[in-house]
Structures are given as C-alpha cells and as structure tokens.
C-alpha cells in the first residue's frame, strides 16, 4: 500500500540518522566548534535568553534531540535550584557523551531518557518548556514532533526551536553554499572520519521548509502567537509558540 511504502522511506530515514548520530557522538562536540566557528554556543545562549528560565520557582523543561546536552547544562546554569531539565534523545551514544559531560554537577536536576520525538513517553501537561535545538530537521514526521510537544506542555509553556535556516542575505548566501558544500564534508573526513554523514547533514539543511512554512507547521499544531526570527543573516533561526 502507499501507506506501507511511505512508512519504509520514513523508517529509512530515522536509520540514516540514526547511523550518523552513532558514529559522530564523541566527536560531535568538537565538530560542532569547528563547523561553526563556535557560533553554535551564541546561537545556544540566545535560545537560552528568550526561555529565561526563572531563578526562585519551579521550571521542568523537556529538551528533545538533546544529543550531549549543551541546551540542558545552559538552561540549568541560567535558571534556579528548581530547574529541572530532561533531555531527551533518540540515540543513547549521544546521551551518554551528554551524562558523562554532567558528571554530578546537576544530580538531581537533570535525567536522560531515550526515546523518539514522535512519540514522547512522557504525561500530558507535564513541562513548562519544550525546546528542540538543531534536532527537528532530522525527525521523519515533524507534524507528530509538534503534535507531542504541544501535549506535553502545560497551558502557558512555551516552544522554541533552533534549527538551520534559509540564509538569505547576496553573497553571505554564496559563502555559506560554498561552505556547506566543500568546506563541511572535508571536515566530517578528517576530524570525524565521516564525509557522507555531513554531507547528509548538509542535504538535510536545504530540504528543511522555509521559516514562513515551518512557522505554519507549528500554528497547524495549535501552537498560539508563533513567531521567528533570523540570527546570523539567516544561517539560523528561532521559532517560538506557546501552548494557551
Ligand atoms: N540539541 C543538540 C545540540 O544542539 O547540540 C544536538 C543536536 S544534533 C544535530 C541532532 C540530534 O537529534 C541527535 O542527537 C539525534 O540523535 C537526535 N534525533 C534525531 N532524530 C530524532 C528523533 N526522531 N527523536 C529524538 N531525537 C532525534
């Protein structure tokens, strides 16, 4: 059937993905400095400024596609001592780089869970905050994603997402291509051993839709007030939405 069809594309695709997590999660992080120039941690701490995760109550954020947890260990540093953060993510390699980069900084406020953004096995209402950082691109079904976060969230929480964008400034648009496509697969060679995984992860920056069509995916998910914004000429941008 077409619906069986459909489903072995998906399937193939969540494989992909997971195959490039699991060979790049210990480099992942130096990877990540290298390939952004280190833009990565400012474009992380912005997220972090507009979640402003409150200093003298009880916060419970759910961070999905957590990978080695760089969204958690900043929301923590920001917020209070009833900061909680759960990070959650589909391939254990990445999660446990994040665990063992935890260490027992933040007992208690932190947990890890392995599972599927598509299928959150977590309670309805439960989070104050969902955020999915550089993680959403990579999910087969992003309308189920949305649909789960939105059940998770309490009324009044918040989404924010990070994720490549359309860079759409003349000529910075040419050096990012140029970028992407040269610069980015050599470096998955040499310092990860991996061309064909970032050369996936490059494929996968241009299929994502545009921010206008992904700001509609979020409010078809019922999402209130959904707005975004550029940052770095439009290499990146953060989509937000509430749950009212
Ligand atoms: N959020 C982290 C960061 O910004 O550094 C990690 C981002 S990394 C580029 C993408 C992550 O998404 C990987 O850790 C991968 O395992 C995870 N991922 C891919 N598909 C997923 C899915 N369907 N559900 C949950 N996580 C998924």
Redesign the pocket.
């Known amino acids: 059937t077409h619906f069986g069809f459909e489903q072995v594309a998906l399937d193939e695709k969540?494989g992909r993905?997971?195959d490039v997590?699991r060979s790049v999660a210990k480099r992942y992080d130096l990877m990540?400095d290298l390939m952004s120039g280190g833009l990565?941690r400012a474009w992380?701490s912005h997220l972090i400024s507009m979640l402003r995760p409150p200093r003298n109550r009880p916060f419970h954020h759910l961070?999905?596609?957590?990978?080695?947890a760089?969204?958690a260990f900043r929301c923590l540093e920001a917020g209070g001592p009833e900061t909680h953060v759960t990070v959650?993510?589909?391939?254990e390699s990445?999660l446990r780089v994040g665990a063992e980069r935890a260490g027992h900084r933040y007992d208690g406020r932190i947990d890890f869970v392995t599972?599927?953004?598509?299928s959150l096995p977590l309670p309805n209402e439960a989070f104050d905050a969902y955020t999915i950082?550089?993680?959403i691109r990579?999910?087969?079904r992003i309308d189920l994603a949305l649909a789960e976060a939105r059940r998770v969230l309490k009324p009044g929480g918040r989404f924010l997402c990070l994720e490549f964008s359309k860079v759409d400034l003349p000529v910075l648009d040419r050096i990012y291509d140029a970028y992407s496509f040269h610069v980015i697969p050599r470096l998955g060679a040499s310092v990860a051993g991996d061309a064909d995984s970032y050369r996936y992860l490059v494929e996968s920056i241009r299929k994502f839709p545009t921010p206008g069509r992904f700001a509609g995916m979020i409010e078809d998910a019922g999402f209130k007030h959904v707005t975004h914004r550029p940052l770095s000429g439009g290499i990146v941008a953060i989509h937000s939405g509430w749950k009212i």
């Open positions: 969540q993905v997971d997590f990540n990565h992380k961070d999905v596609a957590g990978g080695t760089d969204i959650l993510d589909i391939n990445m599972a599927n953004a598509e950082a550089f993680g990579n999910v087969p």
